[in-house]
T-cell receptor, first 113, second 112 residues
Framework: GAGVSQSPSNKVTEKGKDVELRCDPI?????LYWYRQSLGQGLEFLIY????????KSGLPSDRFSAERTGGSVSTLTIQRTQQEDSAVYLC???????????FGSGTRLTVV | QKEVEQNSGPLSVPEGAIASLNCTYS??????FFWYRQYSGKSPELIMS????GDKEDGRFTAQLNKASQYVSLLIRDSQPSDSATYLC????????????FGPGTRLSVLP
């Protein structure tokens, strides 16, 4: 596609439920990031995929968070047993290289009630 | 811990003035520098990239890089109310991952 596509755009879930967030990067982009942004806060790095290399998972806040990238394209971020503090906007970004400028998707706003 | 610092603002400038946004970084190995604009409730949008010392101009925007001082800035000429947003500085070396670091952002308000 022309841009980075994220779905759903909004997700309301009950505390304790699992959620899956999807990111479809720009075709041909080998690098993909997930970030989290709480209201009025900066970008919090979560995980980074680059080609076929092992992902950099050092930003995942707990073992309830996991992510995968299938076939070097679509990525899914899974949050298990959601907590209220998980409420935030989850942003995906992709780039042709690992160190170039990134294009962001429009994000998924997650609300845990 | 690689750090990127920005004044949080808000930086208020009158319409038509030059807005100057500053950013410092800690990693001397940094090679790529970016400015993103983020409107309230929207995702960040890449507006400028710079890789070598000096100035780079694109329309009303000029990015300035001084690697010796570990300093990068963004100038916005003829500021418009539509430029009111948060501006994020991002710095990277070639390793990517945690080495692509965003600053906290400076909130700019252009007053009509």
């Amino acid at each position: 596609g022309a841009g980075v596509s994220q779905s759903p755009s909004n997700k309301v879930t009950e505390k304790g439920k699992d959620v899956e967030l999807r990111c479809d990067p720009i075709s041909g982009h080998t690098a993909l990031y997930w970030y989290r942004q709480s209201l009025g806060q900066g970008l919090e790095f979560l995980i980074y995929f680059q080609g076929n290399s092992a992902p950099d998972k050092s930003g995942l806040p707990s073992d309830r968070f996991s992510a995968e990238r299938t076939g070097g394209s679509v990525s899914t971020l899974t949050i298990q047993r959601t907590q209220q503090e998980d409420s935030a906007v989850y942003l995906c970004a992709s780039s042709f290289t690992g160190f170039g400028g990134y294009t962001f998707g429009s994000g998924t706003r997650l609300t845990v009630v | 811990q690689k750090e990127v610092e920005q004044n949080s603002g808000p930086l208020s400038v009158p319409e038509g003035a030059i807005a100057s946004l500053n950013c410092t970084y800690s990693d001397r190995g940094s090679q790529s520098f970016f400015w993103y604009r983020q409107y309230s409730g929207k995702s960040p949008e890449l507006i400028m990239s710079i890789y070598s010392n000096g100035d780079k101009e694109d329309g009303r925007f000029t990015a300035q890089l001084n690697k010796a001082s570990q300093y990068v800035s963004l100038l916005i000429r003829d500021s418009q109310p539509s430029d009111s947003a948060t501006y994020l500085c991002a710095v990277s070396n070639r390793a990517g991952g945690q080495n692509f670091v965003f600053g906290p952002g400076t909130r700019l308000s252009v007053l009509p």
